[in-house]
């Protein structure tokens, strides 16, 4: 197993003790990522909170020389999950295209960081 650990996590990796990813085999396994802006801080618009989880993502990807047309398996994990399905699926929509990953959505009424709405774990392929 190897962690995946871009320099901006490091603190994250270093306070909390898990990696932000693992490649494990032929498979990367990322931890949920949640949308926080580069001073660790959680915006209050939804909208914006999914696009930055997004792109934290897309730069875990990236530090394992991946893109989102690896990823094979979605879950998130939401805080008013009703509420704020129609807004996360546009923001998913821009991030991830066909052919679509597998994805399981779960609304929780909470998360680790105070006033995240939505913590998202992706599992990619590794190619050979």
Not at 2 to 25: L, R
Not at 29 to 57: W, Y
């Given at each position: 197993?190897k962690?995946?650990?871009?320099?901006?996590?490091?603190p994250?990796?270093?306070?909390?003790?898990?990696?932000?990813a693992?490649?494990?085999?032929?498979?990367?396994?990322?931890?949920?990522?949640?949308?926080?802006?580069?001073?660790?801080?959680?915006p209050e618009?939804?909208?914006?909170?999914?696009?930055?989880?997004?792109?934290?993502?897309?730069?875990?990807?990236?530090?394992a020389?991946?893109?989102?047309?690896?990823?094979?398996?979605?879950?998130?994990?939401h805080?008013?999950?009703?509420?704020h399905?129609?807004a996360?699926?546009?923001?998913?929509?821009?991030?991830?295209s066909?052919?679509?990953a597998?994805?399981?959505?779960?609304?929780v009424?909470?998360?680790?960081v105070?006033?995240?709405?939505?913590?998202?774990?992706v599992?990619?392929?590794v190619?050979?």
């Amino acid at each position: 197993m190897k962690e995946v650990i871009p320099s901006w996590m490091q603190p994250i990796y270093d306070g909390f003790h898990f990696a932000p990813a693992v490649i494990d085999g032929d498979y990367l396994r990322c931890s949920g990522m949640i949308g926080l802006r580069p001073d660790l801080s959680v915006p209050e618009d939804p909208k914006e909170q999914f696009t930055l989880a997004f792109e934290n993502l897309r730069g875990l990807l990236t530090e394992a020389g991946l893109t989102f047309a690896d990823v094979v398996e979605m879950s998130s994990y939401h805080v008013g999950l009703r509420a704020h399905m129609q807004a996360f699926g546009e923001v998913k929509d821009g991030f991830m295209s066909a052919p679509h990953a597998a994805w399981t959505a779960v609304g929780v009424s909470e998360l680790a960081v105070p006033g995240a709405l939505v913590e998202i774990q992706v599992t990619a392929r590794v190619p050979r």
